[in-house]
């Protein structure tokens, strides 16, 4: 089997014709797929946000600033965001099942050769070329984490294209939603796991350790994953579904080229671009949090590291039910409507920020659930607007490459962020940081409001 082989699309079978043996078939299936791929989103996170717990001990164990901080966390963001538009077109025409777990293993190997290089370049000493052999071993760090971001920009587009096409339009909301948790629960047991590593065996570990659990996840992905259902003999979810016929893609539509429905679909698409901007802003907050909190806590309210990591745990873990909560809420009272939730769940975001920052340093009990409010209202629009949104605006033929596409900016604003959180600390202390985040927030409210305002006029 050669290597394009391995990655390439399954073709589709002849349909089962015994309606039984259909039901059996995607109910067994459309189980697997959907806690298959929540797992899989769950353990990406543990290689890709451990470094969040990781930056006080590896700044101080490195001697690096917050800015130098800021770049190594950059380098990751800036090959994601290119590398989820690039690998979501990709995964449209890729097979799920080699396609995820094969992302997930590079990641783990990226992981631990971002801790070789630490071991063997020692600052401190002149190395290659004269250079100083701390500057040798940031690039080192910057590149294995850079090359950690694109293979960890693989795991959200076949997750994408698998839940476009293992359920329906009018299940798709509620299954996103619950789906999109692994975000969030990706989050807190990175934290738990990392902060419990650096505790006893010290910042290295934070890195190895979660990579072995990536290996040994990658593995059992490649025998839990399918790709489409068709490729099982199955019929398409809406067909399966009984779906009225205004939600399945329009059959005179059907012989049109992919690179004709993406163009129509995602670059000549307003409502993607403005999702795609908005998107920017969400990441800046959702990032600047997750990753600086710890730092914050430490640093600003003297919280120790185990402290500092449970708060964050915090933010993600009540992170998960907002997600929920802006899916039904979006689903339930405003009849799939998505923009105005996003825009509550901004303002109340906008509060939880200024109420977390105005929080005493002695009263842990409100730093806990100001975080947990964060990452409650945080993770609403980070869900809808780069997510769902995106896939509801497009077609259900490019949604990979849909939200690759909001992707690239989300992680534009994940690399503001990151730099731009750690030179906004270095120059202006930590209110700065608080501002920054806060200010993104309202200029994603009126992005927000300018997509109700275009929603309204088209009704």
Same mark, same amino acid.
């Given at each position: 089997m050669s290597f394009i082989d391995f990655f390439k699309e399954p073709p589709a079978i002849e349909v089962i014709?015994?309606?039984?043996?259909?039901?059996?078939t995607y109910a067994h299936f459309r189980w697997r797929i959907f806690y298959s791929s929540f797992i899989a989103y769950v353990v990406f996170h543990i290689c890709r946000k451990n470094i969040a717990v990781a930056l006080p001990s590896l700044g101080d164990a490195l001697h690096l600033s917050n800015t130098e901080l800021g770049l190594l966390g950059s380098s990751l963001y800036v090959t994601y965001g290119i590398g989820k538009f690039v690998n979501g077109i990709l995964a449209d025409k890729s097979n799920v099942r080699t396609f995820l777990p094969t992302a997930l293993i590079m990641s783990a190997l990226c992981n631990l050769f971002f801790v070789i290089s630490a071991i063997f370049?020692?600052?401190?000493?002149?190395?290659?070329? @004269?250079?100083p052999s701390a500057s040798v071993l940031l690039w080192l760090l910057c590149f294995f984490w850079g090359a950690n971001g694109w293979f960890q920009s693989m795991g959200f587009p076949p997750v994408a294209k698998s839940l476009s096409y293992w359920?329906?339009?009018?299940?798709?909301?509620?299954?996103?939603?619950?789906?999109?948790?692994?975000?969030?629960?990706?989050?807190?047991?990175?934290?738990?796991?990392?902060?419990?590593?650096?505790?006893?065996?010290?910042?290295? &570990?934070? !890195?190895?350790?979660?990579?072995?659990? $990536?290996?040994?996840?990658?593995?059992?992905?490649?025998?839990?994953?399918?790709?489409?259902?068709?490729?099982?003999?199955?019929?398409?979810?809406?067909?399966?579904?009984?779906?009225?016929?205004?939600? $399945?893609?329009?059959?005179?539509?059907?012989?049109?080229?992919?690179?004709?429905?993406?163009?129509?679909?995602?670059?000549?698409?307003?409502?993607?671009?403005?999702?795609?901007?908005?998107?920017?802003?969400?990441y800046i907050i959702r990032f600047g949090t997750e990753d600086w909190l710890v730092k914050y806590l430490v640093e600003v309210k003297h919280n120790h590291l185990t402290l500092a990591s449970t708060k964050l745990s915090s933010l993600a873990l009540v992170g &998960? !039910?907002?997600?929920?909560?802006?899916?039904?809420?979006?689903?339930?009272?405003?009849? @799939?409507?998505?923009?105005?939730?996003?825009?509550?769940?901004?303002? $109340?975001?906008?509060?939880?920020?200024?109420?977390?920052?105005?929080?005493?340093?002695?009263?842990?009990?409100?730093?806990y659930i100001y975080a947990a409010m964060i990452g409650m209202f945080t993770s609403g629009p980070q869900m809808l607007i780069g997510g769902l949104c995106a896939v509801e605006s497009s077609s259900k033929k490019v949604a990979s490459a849909s939200i690759g596409f909001t992707g690239v900016f989300g992680y534009v604003g994940a690399a503001l962020s990151s730099s731009g959180t750690g030179y906004v600390v270095d120059k202006f202390g930590w209110n700065g940081a608080i501002i920054f985040w806060a200010l993104s927030a309202v200029i994603c409210i009126a992005i927000c409001t300018i997509l109700l305002l275009r929603e309204r006029k088209a009704s």
């Open positions: 014709k015994d309606e039984e043996q259909i039901k059996k370049v020692t600052p401190g000493h002149v190395t290659f070329f @004269g250079l359920f329906s339009n009018s299940e798709r909301g509620t299954k996103w939603a619950l789906w999109s948790t692994s975000h969030q629960i990706g989050v807190f047991s990175a934290v738990i796991i990392s902060g419990f590593a650096i505790e006893h065996f010290g910042w290295k &570990a934070a !890195f190895y350790m979660p990579a072995i659990v $990536c290996i040994i996840t990658g593995i059992w992905l490649f025998d839990r994953l399918r790709d489409k259902p068709q490729s099982l003999g199955l019929p398409d979810v809406e067909k399966f579904r009984n779906e009225p016929e205004v939600k $399945c893609e329009e059959p005179e539509k059907d012989n049109r080229t992919y690179f004709q429905i993406f163009k129509e679909h995602i670059i000549f698409n307003p409502v993607i671009w403005l999702l795609a901007i908005a998107y920017i802003f969400v &998960a !039910f907002g997600a929920i909560l802006a899916g039904f809420i979006s689903d339930k009272v405003y009849k @799939g409507n998505r923009t105005p939730i996003n825009i509550i769940f901004l303002i $109340c975001l906008i509060l939880s920020l200024l109420a977390f920052a105005a929080n005493p340093a002695s009263n842990d009990v409100m730093d």
